[in-house]
Nanobody
Framework: QVQLVESGGGLVQAGDALTLSCTVSGLTFSHYQLAWFRQAPGKEREFVGTVRWDSASTYYADFVKGRFTISRDNAENTAYLEADYVTPEDTAVYYC?????????????????????WGQGTQVTVSS
């Protein structure tokens, strides 16, 4: 059984740093590209960023503007989303997802349909 479990969300202050974690079980972690998505109230789920199976490349949505870093530790079967600082516009449920479409080329996987497995999400609420 495949499980992706996000953690690290909660109520934070604008300007604070934030780190989210995603622990994965039930699959060979290094065989999958990992990504983070988010969904704010009343909005569609949107792509945040992704990291290749071997951490050789990353790809981010334009709105990130250098504030977020996505990484992974294959020895720990864990992916991370680190925010240097958050703003109220970052308030959303954050999801991690895994795609089997790995390659030795950079894959710009930004659509929900391109991912096979999803976590249940962790709520991030940013106060001003």
């Amino acid at each position: 059984q495949v499980q992706l479990v996000e953690s690290g969300g909660g109520l934070v202050q604008a300007g604070d740093a934030l780190t989210l974690s995603c622990t994965v079980s039930g699959l060979t972690f290094s065989h999958y590209q990992l990504a983070w998505f988010r969904q704010a109230p009343g909005k569609e789920r949107e792509f945040v960023g992704t990291v290749r199976w071997d951490s050789a490349s990353t790809y981010y949505a334009d709105f990130v503007k250098g504030r977020f870093t996505i990484s992974r530790d294959n020895a720990e079967n864990t992916a991370y989303l680190e925010a240097d600082y958050v703003t109220p516009e970052d308030t959303a449920v954050y999801y991690c997802a895994a795609s089997s479409r790995i390659s030795h080329r950079t894959l710009y996987l930004s659509a929900t349909e391109e991912y096979d497995y999803w976590g249940q999400g962790t709520q991030v609420t940013v106060s001003s």
